[in-house]
């Protein structure tokens, strides 16, 4: 048994139409098949004999829907007998059209599809047979994409570059937005773990503006896909990975920013306390060290890198901090 879409892929208020083929059936007179669907993403319209299994004076379908036993998940049975069985062979017959309409106008799901569950033909001799199912996927239209994302600020990070699960990530003061092609704009919370996430986004063909800002890091810049209406709802995640030493924002690490740490040693300032330990101090000027004349990769801005400032060099500031 066979089940064939009439479309690959299909969204909210779609119909779409399964048509189920047997194969291999002899002298049978009777059969029965069990359609498996989440209700909550499809609606059964009909099950109705295909025009081939007409010729052969099938009783009316009958189909009865019970719940499957997990969520909103139903069986539908369809069953029928032939009431002329001159002429069936064991060849490949279209049975029956299955169709349904895609429900669930805010939802989100990988597929609405029909799923097999158990399905038997009686030959005419009252011996009854199983037979194998095998249905194409139709992939989800989902109206609404997602974004999620982590900041990476480097200078909260171990080490190795990786999270630190002791560090509260909301002490990083991380501002993030999302501008969609038609200039709405909308902001996400950073938790502590520096997980953000935007969801129920429009589609669009045009990319939404990813921004985000952390203090004494690089801006992150990213045109995010916004899942045009022809493709669906898409699922993107994002890891922004902003560089530090940048204190003054301007898009390169230079001079001025070792400058800005010195003249704020010992305070909190967010700006120049890179690594948010507390205190700005040798730790968040070795930093401008790491990075010194490092351009902001994913700003458009070009900022020449000043690495003497009013006959101050980096080196200077090294010594008095
Ligand atoms: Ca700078
Ligand atoms: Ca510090």
């Known amino acids: ?24 059936l002899k002298a049978w007179g009777s059969f ?19 025009d081939e299994l007409a010729a052969h004076d099938p009783t009316p379908v009958e189909v009865t829907t019970k719940d499957a036993g997990s969520g909103t998940w139903k ?14 062979t064991a060849d490949e017959l279209p049975l029956l059209t299955v169709s349904y309409e895609v429900l669930d106008a805010d ?25 194998q199912q095998f249905y194409g996927a139709v992939e989800r239209l989902n109206p609404l994409s997602h974004l999620s994302g ?14 630190d699960p002791a560090f509260d990530y909301t002490t990083a003061g991380s501002t993030v937005t999302l501008t969609a ?25 045009e990319a939404y503006r990813l921004e985000v800002r952390v203090p004494g890091h690089f801006t992150w810049y ?18 922004p990975a902003l560089s530090t030493g940048d204190v003054n924002a301007d898009d390169v690490v230079d001079v001025r920013d070792a400058i800005a740490i010195l003249e704020a040693k010992g305070t909190t300032a967010p700006a120049a306390d890179l690594d948010r330990s507390g205190s700005v101090d040798r ?24 690495t003497s400032y009013r006959g101050t060099t980096l080196e200077d500031v090294e010594d008095r901090m």
């Open 150 to 163: 982590r900041v990476a600020p480097e200078a909260m990070l171990t080490d190795a570059y990786a999270f």
């Open 75 to 88: 069986f539908a049975t369809a069953s029928f007998d032939v009431g002329d069985t001159a002429g069936l």
């Open 283 to 306: 730790a968040d000027l070795a930093w401008v060290r790491t990075n010194y004349r490092a351009q902001n990769p994913t700003s458009d801005r070009i900022t020449t890198p000043v």
């Open 107 to 131: 939802g989100w799901s990988l597929e609405n599809s029909l799923v097999t569950s158990s399905t038997s033909y009686t030959s005419t001799d009252g011996t009854k047979a199983q037979l």
């Open 1 to 24: 048994m066979v089940g064939a879409a009439d479309t690959a892929k299909a969204g909210p208020g779609d119909v779409v139409t399964y048509t189920l083929t047997a194969h291999d």
């Open 32 to 50: 029965n098949t069990q359609l498996r669907f989440d209700s909550k993403l499809i609606k059964l319209l009909s099950v109705e004999p295909t």
């Open 181 to 205: 092609p038609d200039g709405t704009v909308r902001t996400a919370e950073v938790d502590a773990t520096s997980r953000f996430g935007f969801g129920g986004l429009p589609l669009t063909d």
């Open 222 to 239: 990213e045109d995010v896909a916004g899942g045009a209406a022809s493709e669906g709802g898409q699922v993107v995640s994002t890891v």
